[in-house]
């Protein structure tokens, strides 16, 4: 979370409250930052109250001891990568856990009244959102010494009224928040979701699941209008009119708390689905059917638990990994892949005709998801027969289809790519042409890619679009010459210190601002 302002618009009230903001941001006391500063509580309470003149040694010094910027002398623009294209890759790199794991059990921590600890979550811009949100209703968001740990101690009491509305508007993920406080509240509101500029996406399937656990939705002036009726509860097994992982994941939320027996047809078994269930399980809801379209829910009246859970790795990332190696033309080794979430697409690969190896399987640190370490070794590639799309899990991923755009292009031959959910990722995709790439737009959801492609360095915007704005990036890693791409907020959504991680095993990636 960053508290940056330029100088220039400060006051002692303005640094006081920054400095508020950041300190309950981190989960301290006014007597435990006065400790870190060899200070006393009652300075640290004229600071924060704009009533003390301070140095800019003392705002450098509450800085570190928040690890929070507080103010910049200067500007705080956009974040951009210049990339010295060209470079074979090398060695090992290891997959992070998943974004989209964290963000659900960043959402189900509000159901627990005991202390949640999510070990090795992803310090990116998505989680920090959600942090931003949870701490602006009162809840305790603490990260460790090593900022790899966070725990979460929510109050008796939310303030829903000081929700961070800004915060809330910059990721979907806030629809997550439907499930855990319609348990609390006859009455909310959400501001309306953000996130990808990926087209139209209706909130439709979330609300008619929710429908039975008694959540009615209106949308009125930007925000989502929810009453609840507590005395609804579902009556017979309820079926999905669309397999979505996140409306699932809303359906688990509403049921852990519903007493009796919840069965959800055609749920989504995707891995953010089943790590929502692992965690769901150590706060004693129970669930049979992990892994399958039919879950069956005994929920609990009260959930009040000390928890420790690891989200495991991200098959999106071990892709966007996977598609490094291929077009960068590399032995790359990608451990920690969870392997359950990756077959489909190693199968298209694997007719494609890239070299690539598996190790034997172990668990994951969760105890239950199956990883690999994936080897891909400098392969010619041809363009698949068929057309490649997504489909729900055990299928394709359709966050991993973007990154076969960026390997078609690196493969002799046309391959038609069709991305029936979203009607605007496709079109995104064409910056890919600014790299020396030939893909032409059918439609709004069809692709048509020529390659090989003699990959060319060029300056290029990131498009509102996570996926595709990695692909660029995977683009400019192949393209000899300097490229730059402005603007990277997306790639910082789900992606932690990619560019230095990249660096580590053979990339040339400087991060600027203007």
């Known amino acids: 979370m960053s508290y940056c302002p330029r100088v220039t618009e400060l006051t002692l009230d303005h640094i006081g409250s920054l400095i508020r903001d950041a300190r309950k941001h981190r989960g301290l006391t006014q007597t435990q930052l006065a400790t870190r500063l060899g200070t006393s509580q009652s300075a640290v309470h004229r600071i924060e109250a704009g009533n003390q003149n301070l140095s800019l040694d003392m705002v450098t010094r509450i800085a570190e001891a928040l690890d929070s910027p507080i103010i910049s002398v200067g500007g705080n623009g956009p974040t951009h990568l210049r990339v010295q294209g060209g470079n074979q890759l090398h060695g090992s790199i290891q997959v992070r856990s998943s974004k989209n794991a964290a963000v659900a059990v960043l959402c189900a921590s509000l159901l627990n009244r005991g202390r949640t600890v999510i070990k090795g979550i992803a310090r990116i811009e998505e989680v920090n959102r959600i942090v931003e949100v949870l701490t ?151 669930i049979d059917g992990i892994g399958t379209t039919t879950l069956t829910i005994r929920g609990r009246s009260e959930i009040s638990t000390d928890v420790e859970y690891y989200p495991s790795e991200d098959p999106i990332e071990a892709m966007s990994l996977i598609t490094a190696g291929i077009v960068t033309n590399s032995e790359l080794t990608i451990s920690r892949a969870p392997i359950e979430f990756l077959e489909i697409e190693l199968s298209i690969l694997a007719e494609m005709g890239l070299d690539f190896s598996l190790s034997e399987e172990y668990s994951a640190t969760n105890g239950h998801t199956r990883l690999v370490d994936i080897t891909v070794r400098p392969s010619r590639l041809r363009a698949p027969i068929d057309k490649i799309h997504p489909m729900p899990f055990p299928g394709l991923n359709m966050d991993n289809l973007p990154f076969f755009a960026v390997i078609a292009a690196a493969a002799e031959g046309s391959t038609l790519i069709h991305d029936w959910v979203y009607e605007n990722r496709a079109i995104h995709l064409l910056e890919l042409n600014k790299l020396g790439a030939d893909i032409q737009l059918l439609d709004p959801h069809r692709l048509r890619v020529n390659g090989p492609t003699r990959w060319r360095g060029y300056e290029i915007v990131c498009p509102q679009a996570l996926r595709p704005s990695v692909c660029i990036l995977l683009g400019m890693l192949a393209a000899r010459g300097e490229s730059v791409l402005r603007d990277v907020y997306m790639i910082n959504r789900g992606y932690e210190d990619l560019p230095n991680r990249l660096n580590a095993i053979g990339a040339n990636i400087e991060v600027f601002r203007d």
């Open 136 to 286: 602006s209703i009162g809840v305790r968001a603490i990260w460790s010494a090593d900022k790899s740990d966070l725990t979460i101690i929510r109050p008796d009491e939310l303030d829903l009224d000081a929700m961070d509305v800004e915060a809330a508007r910059r990721t979907r993920s806030i629809i997550m928040f439907f499930g855990p406080l319609m348990h609390v509240y006859d009455k909310f509101q959400l501001p309306y979701a953000g996130g990808c500029d990926l087209g139209a996406r209706t909130i439709e399937p979330h609300l008619q699941v929710l429908r039975h656990f008694g959540l009615e939705v209106t949308a009125t002036n930007g925000y989502y209008q929810s009453v609840v009726d507590a005395s609804v509860e579902p009556k017979r097994p309820i079926t999905l009119t669309e397999r979505s992982d996140t409306g699932t994941e809303n359906a688990l939320l509403a049921a852990a708390m519903n007493p009796g027996v919840t069965v959800l047809r055609n749920a989504s078994p995707n891995y953010m689905v089943q790590d929502l269930c692992f965690f769901l399980t150590k706060l004693g809801v129970q």
